[in-house]
């Protein structure tokens, strides 16, 4: 048999998201790559996933990859996990994606969760055209993207973490403008589920005076079309 490398997203917080095809799949496969063992041992004990469990992170990735395609072109079935959502989606994965494709090694990612696809969704921000940017640099190339984005006309959606959540709407508020439209949720699928719609100011203010905990979603408006733009259609529809 000839190996394959699957994708398994894993729920972002409901294990009730976790699919009847993704548990086949770790329990069929030979081994399982997560990207923290500890992490990902009670969501498999809860599932009843009995597999042998290598940690697969950022700081291992290169390393141990050149092992797994070994283990893979033996005719292995490896499955591939973050410790919430889609391997590769802002967490390990395109590395070893690449290696298995330049080997000729057959890759399959299966459906499931994404933290920014029901941000994005529940934003009520336009959804046919979006761009998504992960994690902002935290210091070299921080302001090139701040000014890069201030001209994107699409949907803006990007992680960010607690500690610095509010000094980054406020980048966006000075690049972009204090009354640019803008969605932020947190906690996507948990108990406490929350997303905040309005300004960015005005998300920016309620989140210095409610809870800053978990992981956060920001969705952005892209930058609105100009007046000069706005007029060239309207004469060309009279």
């Known amino acids: 048999m000839n190996g394959k490398l699957y994708l398994v997203p894993t729920p972002i917080g409901n294990l009730e998201d976790m699919t009847f095809r993704a548990i086949r799949i770790l329990k069929e496969c030979d081994l399982i790559l997560a990207e923290d063992t500890r992490t990902s041992a009670p969501m498999l004990k809860h599932f009843g996933i009995d597999k042998r469990v290598f940690s697969h992170h950022q700081h291992n990735e290169h390393k141990a990859t050149a092992e797994i395609i070994r283990f ?77 984005l201030a001209e994107e006309d699409r949907t803006i959606i990007l992680y960010e973490s607690p500690h610095r959540l509010l ?11 204090e009354d640019r439209q803008a969605s932020v949720s947190r906690e996507l699928t948990k108990m406490f589920e929350e997303t905040v719609r309005g300004t960015l100011t005005e998300i920016k203010t309620h989140f210095e005076n409610n809870t800053l905990k978990g992981e956060f979603v920001i969705c952005i408006a892209g930058k609105p079309a100009t007046v000069k733009n706005k007029n060239k259609y309207s004469d060309a529809e009279e």
């Open 72 to 148: 893979l072109n033996e005719g292995q079935q490896i499955a591939l996990i973050s410790d919430a959502g889609t391997p590769a989606i802002s967490d390990p994965g395109f590395f070893l994606v690449r290696e298995a494709i330049k080997n000729n090694i057959a890759v399959e990612c299966l459906p499931g969760a994404t933290a920014f696809v029901p941000a994005l969704v529940n934003s009520g921000l336009p959804a046919d055209a979006f761009c998504f940017e992960g994690f902002l640099p935290v210091k070299k190339g921080r302001q090139t993207k701040f000014k890069k």
């Open 167 to 177: 000094k980054t709407l406020e980048e966006f508020a000075q690049y972009l403008g």
